[in-house]
Nanobody, 125 residues
Framework: QVQLVESGGGLVQAGGSLRLSCAAS????????MGWFRQAPGKEREFVAA????????YYTDSVKGRFTISRDRAKNTVYLQMNSLKPEDTAVYYC??????????????????WGQGTQVTVSS
């Protein structure tokens, strides 16, 4: 079993930055691809970014390219989402997700097996 805990959310003004963290734990956590998703009020959950187990491969939805960066520290079992130039439309609950895989990344929520509880990000205009 894998447990994921997000942190780092909060309230920020437009143009500001936040860094989200997702700490993974569990006796079997090894060789997992990770992803970040978000869900705004009244909207469906959407993909934000993904990273391979090695950290070499990354993938972003178009709306965050050039502003967000996903990274991971395998020694700490932690994945990060650095969010810069935040916009009000980035306001959402952000979730991290994991699935066992070595070489690929995934952008669909049904492809992930484990989810965190989410952290709220609010961007004021």
């Amino acid at each position: 079993q894998v447990q994921l805990v997000e942190s780092g959310g909060g309230l920020v003004q437009a143009g500001g930055s936040l860094r989200l963290s997702c700490a993974a734990s569990g006796s079997t956590f090894s060789r997992y691809a990770m992803g970040w998703f978000r869900q705004a009020p009244g909207k469906e959950r959407e993909f934000v970014a993904a990273i391979t187990w090695t950290g070499i491969g990354t993938y972003y939805t178009d709306s965050v390219k050039g502003r967000f960066t996903i990274s991971r520290d395998r020694a700490k079992n932690t994945v990060y989402l650095q969010m810069n130039s935040l916009k009000p439309e980035d306001t959402a609950v952000y979730y991290c997700a994991a699935r066992r895989d070595v070489g690929n990344y995934y952008s669909r929520d049904y492809e992930y097996n484990y989810w965190g509880q989410g952290t709220q990000v609010t961007v004021s205009s």
